[in-house]
């Protein structure tokens, strides 16, 4: 127990709480809000903090709070929609930070830690086993093809920290998925890693092909692929996409799984056509829809 104890102590300085603030006309505002709450992870000393874009996407200010209380302003560093990762910097310099966990040793049935914000200086804990390296596929036109599922639950708000317990970080807590032996998703801390010169230098990833964005959420059901929405405005509402409808191909590809769907989706480019085949009611239907960039979107 004072092992745990120690690891949790020697954690807890490169620990955040992040509270941000949203213009109400942004388009993330729609579904997420205009008030969050997210933790991070200080991975750098000249004060970069990594989270999930989620809780930082279309921030007007955010206020950081250390583990000690200091409080700092923050602004977006980088952002990378594709993983779900987050950049915020911070003034200042020499800060207390992680280090990653190498790729290899993170192996199902090692230990890990989670350390999340529950406001402001306060923190929470818990502890388990990771359990599998499946990949996700998100509603919301997101997929990881691997990713860290754990035992434990997530203890406070998304964006905490997911260490070994040699204290490196192994991954950013993502989302509660609620599946029995496997409550928590992070995202592994290599997909942060593998472009962290890029994101520091451009705010994003240059050298991976932009993602074409549609503007549609989908479910799965019954091996098919339905639409459960679409965005105001968006490509897919503009093209004449509808809630109800069942998406059967893209391009010549038939679609029966979300994880099909978006990898045909992404072979294209943004602003390329992309067409699909949908059945509506009894009716099956070809339309075109020429894919957007989601970063542009998120920062109109």
Known sequence: MNGHLGLIHSLLPATVDLRVSVPGDHPSARNLGTERSGS????????????VHYVVVGA???????????QYPGEIAADDQESGLALVKIPGGDFPFLHPAPPQSVEIGAPALIVASNGEAQRRTSGGYVTSFEGYDGHWEYMLERSIRVTA??????????????????????????????PTLAIPIEMYSKYEAELKQF???????????????????????????VVPGGPAEKSGLKEGDIILKVETQEIRSRAELYREMWKKKPGERISLRILREDESLDLAVVGADRRSHLRS
């Open 40 to 51: 991070g992870t200080i991975v750098d000393r000249a004060g970069y903090i990594l989270t």
């Open 203 to 229: 705010g994003r990833v240059k050298s991976r092909p932009t993602r074409p964005w549609l503007g549609l959420y989908s479910q799965p059901m019954g091996g098919h692929v339905v639409v459960a929405g």
């Open 153 to 182: 639950p997530n203890p406070g708000f998304g964006g905490g920290t997911l260490a070994d317990f040699s204290g490196r970080l192994m991954g950013v807590v993502s989302l509660n998925l609620g599946d029995i032996g496997k």
């Open 60 to 70: 007007q200010s955010i206020v950081v709070t250390a583990a000690d209380g200091e």
